[in-house]
Each structure stands twice: as C-alpha cells, then as structure tokens.
C-alpha cells in the first residue's frame, strides 16, 4: 500500500509529465509549421499550448486531482495526432480521401473550443452551463472552418496558390464542415453526460430560467425596447410600412416576369419585416418603431436589388446588402445573449464578453446563409451565388456588418442593458 505522501508524489509526477507532453507536442508542431510556413497550424498550435496551459493551472481538491488529471490526458490525446498530422503536412494528403478536407483541423479546433470553455469558466466569473456550451463548440468549430476557408481564397488571390478549385469547392467544404461539427458537437453532449470528473459540475448544468422570468416572448421584447428605448417617432413606422409596401410591389414584378427567386426572397423577405408585427400582436406590447424600420430598409434594400438591376450596375451592391444585414443579425444575436443571460439561473457572461461572443456565432449565422443559398441554385437553377468571389466577400461583410453593430452597441445602446448579475 501506497503512503498518502507517495500517492501525491506519484499524482504530481503525472501531471508534470502530461505537462511536459503538451509542451514537448504543442512545440514540435509550432516549429514544424514555422520551417513549412504554414500560418494556419502556427496560430494553431500556439492555440493549442495557451489554451492547454491554462487547463493545467485549473486547481482542484486534492481528492478530486487525479480525475481531473484524467480529463486533461482525454484532451491531451484527442488533439495530439490530429495536431501533428496537420502541423507536419501529412494532414493535407489524407485529407483527400474524406468527402471534405480539414478534417484534422475540425477535430482540433473542436476540442480548442472545449478548452476555451474550461478556461473562461475557472480562470474568470463566466459562468456556462450545458447547452450553451454545446452550441459553443459547435459554432465555434463552424467559424473557424470558415477563417480557415476564407484564408486559403486569400493566400490564392495573392500568393499565387492553388488550395481552392471554385465555389462548388469552397461551399461543399463549408457544408460538410458544418454537418461534421454538429458531429462533434453530439459527440460532446455523451461525454460530458457520461464523465465524472470534477471541475465540469456548472458546465454540466442544464439550462433554467429564473422563477420570475417565464414568458420567454415578453421577456425578450423588454429587452428590444430598452435597447432601441431612446428614440420613439412615428415616422419610423410609416417609413417601415412603404418599404413594406416597396417588397410587394417586387413580388408581383417578379411573378409577371416569371422569375422564381426574385419573387420567392421577396415573399421571404416580406414575412420577415411583418413577423415583428405579429409577434407584437401576440405580446400585446408594441414593438419599436427604429427596430421596425431598420429589418425593413435591410431587407428592402435586399429585394430589389435584382429586379432593379443594381447588383450589376454596382459592384458591391451584394456586399452593402450583407454589412446591412448583418448589423442586423448581430444586433439580434446580442440581444438575445443578453436575454439569455439576465434570465438564467445558469448561465453568467461577464459584460465584454458580449461582443465575443456576437463575433464568433454571427459567423456561423453567415455560412447558414450562404449554404442556403448554395443549395438553392443546386435546386433550383438560380444563379443566387456568383461565384467563389462573390461569397467570400458576403461572408467578410458580415462579420463587418457585425463590428458596426457591435460598435453602434456600445454608443447607442443604455447603459442598463450591460448591467448583469451572476448567476447563482
């Protein structure tokens, strides 16, 4: 039998060398991606070294380390080959026997996002639960696929490389990415279910809503009308009803001239802009009217685009359309985080944390979008998406169209609306 004294000397021992382990690893690839110049598996493996470093200064009870210890080696080895495999090269050549490549990246950065997790929660006040963890890591893997993506359209534009051979190319990535991370993502939920070890206790939580705030509906608009709360004119909403009126006129336009997707976005369109309307209805609480008008002139603007022919009279028409919107989705986005986050009795994002978080799941909002489009024209014969071009600057914009909103956040928006208390 083993002396307590021996049993903390050997528990020590093993995690100095697992320690040890993920510098030797994370170093190895840093320097194999350096003398391959290979900015993608630099930047992941100096990732992958922070972010397992600062899993090993989580602290635990002293009864509680060695299952920890065992957590940390289940990260340790779900990263270690798909790593090297990347930062060495060999990742690229058998990536083409798989139905998408970047496999090897996903399964990484996947588990990077885990990690993100176990920091943010033991290193500050931020405090997860399940779910939002789950939809993290999976809108995390999706965004990252997409730098990924988009980085190799940049090195070819302007290093003359050849890693990607068109949209089709580019979207079908992005589409098996995406269906992989839910993969993950599913992957995840049974491991966190089915593990013991300490320190996931919060993480492990499910989501619950406070005794007070029950209706998600009306809990929602009192956000929406503390944030767009300053201003109140009228004006706004007989504005917002032309414009209303602008994308019916469209949607006969494109049903006398036989065209399918002019008039089917613009119906999409229309139930968009009338949706706050209804949900008003529901709530019997007005909606407000600079909200209103905004969701209108976005997706005005949007719908005749086509019929008016200004995506070829005006180059970045296209790219306007996608900043608009997405100051719109990404306002939406933080809205509802800092609903979710008053209203949870699990969840706590600490205040900056806020425009992070917007950042890393518009992107993912962006490639649901252009996917639908891409499956679109796969469908119906429509020419929605122009080119490999034309779609990765929608999906840049967006993430523009996102810093605007968040910048616009933090100038408009009271002060009130990032106040938030933690969670118990």
């Known amino acids: 039998m083993l002396s307590a004294l021996?049993?903390?000397?050997?528990?020590?021992?093993?995690?100095?060398?697992?320690?040890?382990?993920?510098?030797?690893?994370?170093?190895?690839?840093l320097l194999i991606s350096l003398y391959r110049r290979d900015i993608l598996w630099i930047t992941t493996s100096i990732l992958y070294m922070v972010l397992m470093w600062g899993v090993s200064k989580i602290e635990m009870e002293e009864k509680d380390e060695y299952r920890f210890y065992l957590l940390k080696n289940d990260l340790f080895l779900w990263t270690l080959f798909p790593l090297l495999l990347g930062a060495s090269g060999i990742a690229r050549v058998i990536d083409i026997y798989?139905?998408?490549?970047?496999?090897?990246?996903?399964?990484?950065?996947?588990?990077?996002?885990?990690?993100?997790?176990?920091?943010?929660?033991?290193?500050?006040?931020?405090?997860?639960?399940?779910?939002?963890?789950?939809?993290f890591v999976i809108l995390f893997?999706?965004?990252?696929?997409?730098?990924?993506?988009?980085?190799?359209?940049?090195?070819?534009?302007?290093?003359?490389t050849e890693l990607l051979e068109g949209n089709l190319h580019f979207m079908s990535d992005l589409l098996w990415i995406s269906i992989f991370s839910i993969f993950i993502g599913n992957r995840l939920k049974n491991y966190l279910k089915e593990t013991k070890a300490p320190g996931l206790e919060r993480i492990k939580t499910y989501f619950e809503r406070t005794a007070k705030e029950r209706d998600h509906?009306?809990?929602?608009?009192?956000?929406?009308?503390?944030?767009?709360?300053?201003?109140?004119?009228?004006?706004?909403?007989?504005i917002a009803r032309i414009l209303q009126i602008g994308i019916?006129?469209?949607?006969?336009y494109g049903m006398m001239v036989n065209s399918a997707s002019v008039a089917g976005w613009a119906i999409f369109s229309f139930l968009l802009t009338i949706y706050p309307d209804v949900f008003s209805r529901d709530t019997k609480r007005s909606i407000p009217p600079l909200f209103t008008l905004w969701v209108s002139a976005v997706l005005f603007i949007y719908s005749v685009g086509r019929p008016l022919g200004f995506y070829q009279l005006i180059g970045w028409w296209a790219e306007i359309t996608h900043l608009l919107s997405g100051t719109v989705v990404a306002v939406l986005i933080f809205l509802v985080l800092v609903y979710v986050n008053k209203i949870s009795?699990?969840?706590?994002?600490?205040?900056?944390?806020?425009?992070?978080?917007?950042?890393i799941f518009m992107v993912p909002v962006g490639v649901i979008w252009e996917i639908g489009e891409f499956l679109?024209?796969?469908?119906?014969?429509?020419?929605?998406?122009?080119?490999?071009?034309?779609?990765?600057?929608?999906?840049?914009?967006?993430?523009?169209?996102?810093?605007?909103?968040?910048?616009?956040?933090?100038?408009?928006?009271?002060?009130?609306?990032?106040?938030?208390k933690e969670s118990s």
């Open 6 to 29: 021996e049993v903390n000397m050997l528990r020590s021992s093993e995690e100095r060398n697992l320690l040890l382990c993920v510098v030797f690893v994370g170093a190895s690839s």
């Open 98 to 135: 798989f139905i998408f490549r970047s496999i090897f990246f996903a399964i990484v950065i996947s588990i990077l996002g885990f990690t993100i997790i176990l920091n943010l929660e033991h290193h500050t006040s931020f405090r997860p639960n399940f779910h939002f963890t789950i939809v």
């Open 141 to 160: 893997t999706i965004g990252a696929a997409t730098i990924l993506e988009i980085g190799r359209f940049i090195s070819d534009q302007f290093l003359g």
């Open 217 to 238: 509906k009306e809990d929602f608009l009192k956000i929406l009308n503390l944030a767009f709360c300053r201003y109140d004119n009228r004006w706004f909403l007989f």
């Open 248 to 252: 019916l006129v469209t949607v006969i």
């Open 345 to 359: 009795k699990t969840l706590y994002i600490i205040p900056w944390m806020l425009p992070l978080f917007v950042l």
């Open 376 to 420: 679109f024209d796969l469908s119906f014969g429509t020419r929605l998406q122009a080119g490999l071009e034309d779609t990765v600057y929608d999906l840049i914009f967006d993430v523009f169209g996102a810093l605007v909103s968040i910048f616009i956040a933090y100038l408009y928006f009271p002060p009130k609306i990032w106040d938030t």
